[in-house]
């Protein structure tokens, strides 16, 4: 069954510095979105992306975040000065036009 | 945020017997459920889903029930199995204008033992 992979599995990077995550999802699907969940919490909405572009961010999707499909198959989400609270797993989705969203096995990212 | 409400933190089951997991939501706006599991390291599969318009949904050993009016959803699971074990998330998605539909509000799971 066709699946959403993300790279890397687990990120550690220090506070200040930028953060690419990466992600391919599943090929047929026009829809692509992250989530992510702080250690303890919910599992949160952050963005949508359709069509090379955002149709939806969250307020937590601040200018410190921006969201990329820079060739047919790979999505990126950027954090370009990560702070501490920004420590979590991040998962990326994609989905049909109609149909449940599919989850990759997300990036565990830690700020020092 | 708690729009989506999973107040049972956990539950143990007996294999063979029926698993309840139980959500309760506020917005009246929102007009699809789905479940989704979760193990470790791994994240979140799509279990089952139900519109508003219906009041259970079924596939197999799962069946979700929606009664809009007390705003509640559950997920019954018949009968449990040990690698049933793992976390179940129940989400919504709001028709409200310019809601994005893959934009879901999350519960904050409910992790499932089923004991051999």
């Known amino acids: 069954e066709p699946e959403v992979t993300q790279t890397p599995s687990h990120q550690v990077t220090q506070m200040g510095q930028e953060v690419i995550l990466r992600c391919v999802p599943i090929s047929n699907h026009l829809y692509f979105y992250w989530y992510r969940q702080i250690l303890g919490q919910k599992v949160e909405f952050l963005v949508s992306?359709?069509?090379?572009?955002?149709?939806?961010k969250s307020e937590i999707f601040d200018d410190q975040f921006s969201v990329e499909r820079p060739d047919g198959s790979n999505f990126t989400l950027k954090i370009r000065s990560t702070k501490l609270e920004d420590s979590a797993m991040y998962f990326c989705?994609?989905?049909?036009?109609?149909?449940?969203?599919?989850f990759g096995n997300g990036t565990r990212l830690t700020v020092t | 945020d708690q729009q989506v409400k999973q107040n049972s933190p956990s539950l143990s089951v007996q294999e063979g017997r029926i698993s309840i997991l139980n959500c309760d939501y506020t917005?009246?706006?929102?007009?699809?459920f789905l479940w989704y599991k979760k193990y470790p390291a791994e994240g979140p599969t799509f279990l089952i889903s139900i519109s508003s318009i219906k009041d259970k949904n079924e596939d197999g050993r799962f069946t979700v029930f929606l009664n809009k009016s007390a705003k509640h959803l559950s997920l019954h699971i018949v009968p449990s199995q040990p690698g049933d074990s793992a976390v179940y998330f129940c989400?919504?998605?709001?028709?409200?204008?310019?809601?994005?539909?893959?934009?879901?509000?999350f519960g904050q799971g409910t992790i499932l033992t089923v004991h051999p």
């Open positions: 917005n009246s706006m929102f007009d699809y």
């Open positions: 992306f359709y069509n090379n572009e955002i149709s939806e």
């Open positions: 989705a994609s989905s049909e036009v109609v149909s449940p969203l599919h």
């Open positions: 989400a919504a998605r709001s028709n409200a204008g310019g809601t994005s539909y893959g934009k879901l509000t």
